[in-house]
């Protein structure tokens, strides 16, 4: 198909010329002012930060640890006579104090044995006042020769016999005594009983078990140090110097009551590098349970000098925990620090950071590396302010 051709007069064609002309030099006009407000808009503001002074301070540090409570003493209480269970004195999960009657078992047949044994115990003190009177009055007959001698050390012999027979009555009314009073069960400790394991009215023999009582105060906290700690530790311990003990609840409060290191392992474990530490800890309350896992702290020796910033300043750098350290041009600098232990809100840095220099608490998120940043407000801290701080919290 042939296209077809379309004439244009000059007019026209000058007419286009003119009008291309002129588009091209709005164009350069419109792309000339573009530029020209592009190069005079105003650059973006700093963001603003908040700075503190990174300051030294007295901390005793503490080093926490995976620990585990156990019982002290752990007993099963047994029934030590044959007879019918016949009252249980206690509510199962009570706090029994030692001493208590927890059981009774059929005290009647035993009761009726003590009474057989008194008797027996006074036929044979009889049996020996006679035996007594007699070798009196044989004796004295001996010494007029109006007795023979067999018949002197007849009497004699009467007589020893009727003071073992007195001896051995005197162990059976003991004996029975004793199976006595095994049938007022008692609890030979101050713990909490556990579920009953026969019901009233069973048949009990010796050595069948009737309840367990766990001891709750004091209770013990198994743990395992590392064996550079464990060094400093035996040193301190050894040197006399405070070892303070702090046990962190699964609320994350402290428990109040004081604890104590009593043992320390004498063998580092193989497998693990560690050392088994024992504490012992004050339980009035009964807020720990044996079997319980929780963290154990540890501050040995008197308080040091530490760097100490919160723990808001750090944050993740390249190269591991960094802070943003503003110098005096106003510029940020990420500076790789080494963390030591953590206190309440607040963490020791051990390497990367001078006191003195401040560093970005607030406003961490918004700046940049090199980047320029306009301080808002400045924080300072001081020791008696901060009093609370040298015992760590929750990061233990």
């Known amino acids: 198909m042939a296209i077809p051709r379309v004439r ?14 002129s588009g091209g030099i709005l164009m350069m006009f419109a792309g000339s002012a573009a530029t020209a407000a592009k190069d005079e808009a105003p650059a973006a503001p700093a963001p603003l930060v ?8 007295e901390v005793a540090t503490e080093r926490g640890y995976s620990a585990r409570t156990e019982s002290v003493q752990h007993v099963e209480v047994r029934a030590r006579i044959d007879g019918i269970l016949q009252e249980r004195n206690y509510q199962e999960g009570e706090l029994v104090k ?28 009889a049996q020996h006042r006679q035996a007594a009177r007699d070798w009196e009055r044989i004796s004295k007959l001996f010494e007029t ?36 009073a095994y049938t007022s069960v008692k609890a030979p400790i101050a713990g909490v009983t556990s579920q009953k394991e026969l019901a009233i009215g069973n048949l009990v023999q010796d050595q069948t078990l009737l309840t367990t009582i766990i001891q709750l105060d004091p209770l013990h906290v198994q743990f395992a140090v590392p064996e550079a ?3 400093a530790l035996r040193r301190a311990l050894r040197g006399g110097e405070p070892v303070s003990v702090s046990l962190l609840l699964a609320d ?3 428990h109040p009551h004081p604890a104590r290191i009593d043992y320390t392992g004498a063998a580092v474990d193989p497998a693990t590098g560690t050392v ?49 350290v503003i110098n005096n041009d106003s510029v940020a600098e990420l500076r790789p ?60």
């Open 229 to 231: 700690d464990a060094l």
């Open 145 to 180: 020769k109006m007795v023979s001698e067999r018949e002197r050390d007849l009497a004699r012999s009467a007589l020893e016999l009727a003071e073992a027979d007195v001896a051995v009555a005197q162990a059976a009314l003991e004996d029975a005594r004793i199976e006595y």
């Open 276 to 324: 088994q530490v024992r504490a012992v800890v004050a339980n009035p309350d009964g807020d720990l349970m044996p079997g319980q896992f929780l963290r154990i702290g540890l501050v040995n020796g008197a308080p040091l000098p530490s760097l100490v910033i919160p723990a808001s300043a750090v944050t993740q750098g390249p190269q591991g925990p960094a802070v943003f």
């Open 98 to 125: 030692a001493g208590d009657t927890l059981f009774v078992i059929e005290p009647e047949r035993y009761q009726v044995r003590v009474q057989r044994a008194e008797g027996e115990l006074k036929r044979a003190q």
């Open 252 to 254: 994350g409060s402290r």
């Open 8 to 21: 244009i007069g000059r007019r026209a064609a000058g007419a286009l010329i003119g009008l291309a002309f």
């Open 50 to 57: 908040t700075v503190i002074e990174a300051q030294l301070r």
């Open 337 to 396: 620090v080494t963390l030591g232990p953590t206190l309440a809100d607040e963490v020791v840095i051990e390497q990367g950071l001078q006191a003195g220099e401040q560093v970005v608490i607030d406003g961490v998120a918004r700046i940049r590396p090199e980047e320029k940043v306009r301080i808002v407000e400045r924080h300072s801290r001081h020791d008696d302010a901060l009093a609370s701080t040298q015992r760590p919290s929750a990061n233990i």
